[in-house]
């Protein structure tokens, strides 16, 4: 169960922001009536929620998921991957501290987008990306370890159509990994139930379990109604602005 989660809240130069899609500019009304519903649904899955103040150094600093992993046993801040968002840990940082007194780190030439690092209970898939890298991989894998998780990569730099590992799946608890098709036969998920998201509808393989919710963007029907049939709980949100920027639901929130 969560208990707790950090967002931030977007800020006024959130289309400054990175993205490799060309879906058009966010509207800026739009993305903050999009991240406060989104902000309500955490709040209606029982969370508590810090919200920190956007951050106009930083245009990514709402992907907040981004900058830290954080699990029952540790916490580990990232380095991430592209340098106008090395600094969204360190403004991260007090926030973090307050939850987690002794948060390991990444040290350079690692790299680690928390976007890439997948839980899976005590089992963690770490994304090699452009954003994560090897070195970065080996060092939160150590730190995992030391919290007495095991861990495996997963490398996603030759599938072009996604950013983050997350980006193509999202593990759901009940041994359940949702799983974009180009992903589906990777044999380290033969473990799992899978539930395979169409090619049309991949944008909506990044979900997010919280407590007895399943958080699905809208607008993807099939992948909604297959979480049904299996028995969760979809909650549907509105991600269109965020998804113009790369985002998905998971990078919006620290939740722990
Ligand atoms: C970026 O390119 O870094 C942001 N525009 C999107 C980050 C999305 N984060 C995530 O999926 N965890």
Redo the contacts with the bound molecule.
């Keep these: 169960m969560f208990t707790k989660a950090i967002v931030r809240i977007p800020g006024a130069n959130f289309d400054a922001?990175?993205?490799?899609v060309d879906f058009g500019r966010p509207d800026l009304s739009l993305v903050l009536r999009q991240h406060s519903r989104y902000c309500e649904a955490l709040v209606e899955c029982g969370l508590a929620l810090t919200t920190l103040d956007p951050d106009l150094r930083f245009p990514?600093s709402t992907?907040v998921?981004?900058t830290a992993i954080l699990t029952p046993h540790g916490a580990v801040l990232t380095r991430?991957g592209?340098l106008s968002?090395e600094g969204e840990v360190e403004a991260i940082r007090p926030t973090i501290l307050n939850f987690y007194p002794a948060p390991l780190t990444i040290e350079a030439p690692g790299t680690v987008?928390?976007?890439?690092i997948c839980e899976a209970g005590s089992h963690f898939f770490l994304g090699l990306s452009h954003?994560t890298n090897e070195e970065g991989a080996r060092q939160l894998a150590a730190h995992l370890a030391s919290f007495g998780y095991t861990s495996s990569t997963i490398d996603v730099r030759p599938m072009t159509t996604i950013?983050?590992l997350?980006?193509g799946i999202s593990y759901i608890e009940d041994n359940t990994l949702v799983v974009m098709e180009e992903m589906a036969a990777n044999p380290q998920f033969a473990r799992f139930d899978l539930i395979q998201v169409d090619a049309e509808e991949s944008y909506a393989a990044?979900c997010v379990r919280v407590n007895d919710r399943v958080l699905v963007a809208e607008g993807f029907p099939r992948l909604t109604t297959a979480l049904q049939d299996r028995g969760f709980n979809p909650l549907v949100l509105d991600m269109s602005e965020f998804q113009k920027?790369?985002?998905?639901l998971?990078?919006l929130s620290l939740r722990f």
């Design positions: 922001g990175l993205t490799t990514d992907f998921e981004d991430p592209a968002r987008d928390g976007g890439d954003r950013l983050h997350k980006s990044n920027m790369d985002g998905g998971s990078c």
